[in-house]
T-cell receptor, first 115, second 110 residues
């Protein structure tokens, strides 16, 4: 099956610093990747859609200057949380969509804690 | 009305029984339908995709799609305690983003 990796799996950072999360599709090319956030016992919340070679499309209410997304290649997308604050602490999950059946495969997620 | 609706549960079934999970959607032009399983603290895992009306079977899982009724379901036969998880229904138009339901929590009791 299709594999998506995500790095790091967990990170602790101080308030005011920036954190970069990488998402890679390992065995297929993904024109489109997605970034989600999930709080404990809550639903997945789509943050943005990332298309290779173009600017990301952010969902309403998501600050594009705070959550910087770069989809540099067909196998790599990055999410940078800038000037992180404790309220940004969450489980961030990426997914990559293959281009034939449009199936989405999720990375294992990154647990971010901002102190 | 949500675009994709699922019963939140929890749904509890005894081990060995059939678990039935249901999902309705509002966008009639939807063409791709997916079921994901998410264990607590983990990311979702794709378990079934279905694109045409009828049934699709994969091992103990059967997905059923009825586009006229805008309804998709997932049956889990011979349920096992390891099937205890939240099941997410996702619907998309081709090349569009998938819309996820809030999920149904399933508990399989030994």
């Amino acid at each position: 099956g299709a594999v998506v990796s995500q790095h790091p799996s967990w990170v602790i950072c101080k308030s005011g610093t920036s954190v970069k999360i990488e998402c890679r599709s390992l065995d297929f090319q993904a024109t489109t990747m997605f970034w989600y956030r999930q709080f404990p016992k809550q639903s997945l919340m789509l943050m943005a859609t990332s298309n290779e070679g173009s600017k990301a499309t952010y969902e309403q209410g998501v600050e594009k200057d705070k959550f910087l997304i770069n989809h540099a290649s067909l196998t790599l997308s990055t999410l940078t949380v800038t000037s992180a604050h404790p309220e940004d602490s969450s489980f961030y999950i990426c997914s990559a969509r293959e281009d034939i059946l449009y199936e989405q495969y999720f990375g294992p997620g990154t647990r971010l804690t901002v102190t | 009305q949500k675009e994709v609706e699922q019963n939140s549960g929890p749904l509890s079934v005894p081990e060995g029984a059939i678990a039935s999970l249901n999902c309705t959607y509002s966008d009639r032009v939807s063409q791709s339908f997916f079921w994901y399983r998410q264990y607590s603290g983990k990311s979702p895992e794709l378990i079934m995709s279905i694109y045409s009306n009828g049934d699709k079977e994969d091992g103990r899982f059967t997905a059923q799609l009825n586009k006229a009724s805008q309804y998709v379901s997932l049956l889990i036969r011979d349920s096992q305690p390891s099937d205890s998880a939240t099941y997410l229904c996702a619907v998309s138009t081709n090349a569009g983003k998938s819309t996820f339901g809030d999920g149904t929590t399933l508990t399989v009791k030994p």
